[in-house]
T-cell receptor, first 111, second 116 residues
């Protein structure tokens, strides 16, 4: 079982739709969580950090549920430019200070 | 501010040949990472440096892969000899991490390796 699991998708949604991605992590010692965005053939870039109960940035909302060990990303009013792969990342400060990436969820926003 | 710089961007080699990738992290970032990314997968850590010390190389296939970070700045990742399965994107990232606090990872554009 992978330490960070995501549904690979693809999620095909129309412009203006609301879409949500979930991510589960298995290491209960994970302390911090992030969503990275990766465009096709580009490097990952930080979209949002999720440090406590959640975080909101414009149309994007990330939620953390420590009891169930999952985080989510909600995108409201989807834009064509939101089409990308969204990578869930868990950070564990114990031992090796490791960032563990999920496989990513592909989103395609359709006109 | 300059970002993480990697070279070469693309490399095509025949199997059994050696290849090397170079990374220059963001100035002042003490932590440097090399990740491997296969198509449709997330990045997987190969090695992490704190300054010039390799503190996590447990996922580095040491029979053919080697890395160094001289003077705690630039880093080189080498594969010798390359195998067909090594075809992937090799990503370098850096961060400025205070102990216990997860800083943002900044990635370079990656080095795309094709082994024929």
């Amino acid at each position: 079982r992978k330490e960070v699991e995501q549904d690979p998708g693809p999620f095909n949604v129309p412009e203006g739709a609301t879409v949500a991605f979930n991510c589960t992590y298995s290491n209960s010692a994970s302390q911090s969580f992030f969503w990275y965005r990766q465009d096709c053939r580009k490097e990952p870039k930080l979209l949002m950090s999720v440090y406590s109960s959640g975080n909101e940035d414009g149309r994007f909302t990330a939620q953390l549920n420590r009891a169930s060990q999952y985080i989510s990303l909600l995108i409201r009013d989807s834009k064509l430019s939101d089409s990308a792969t969204y990578l869930c990342v868990a950070y564990s400060p114990s031992g090796t200070y490791k960032y563990i990436f999920g496989t990513g969820t592909r989103l395609k926003v359709l006109a | 501010e300059a970002g993480v710089v990697q070279s070469p961007r693309y490399k095509i080699i025949e199997k059994k040949q050696p290849v090397a990738f170079w990374c220059n992290p963001i100035s002042g970032h003490n932590t440097l990472y090399w990740y491997l990314q296969n198509l449709g997968q997330g990045p997987e850590l190969l090695i992490r440096y704190e300054n010039e010390e390799a503190v996590d190389d447990s996922q580095l296939p040491k029979d053919r892969f080697s890395a160094e970070r001289l003077k705690g700045v630039d880093s080189t990742l080498k594969i010798q000899p390359a195998e067909l399965g090594d075809s992937a994107v090799y990503l370098c990232a850096s961060s400025s991490r205070d102990r216990g606090y997860a800083g943002e990872l900044f990635f370079g554009e990656g080095s795309r390796l094709t082994v024929l």
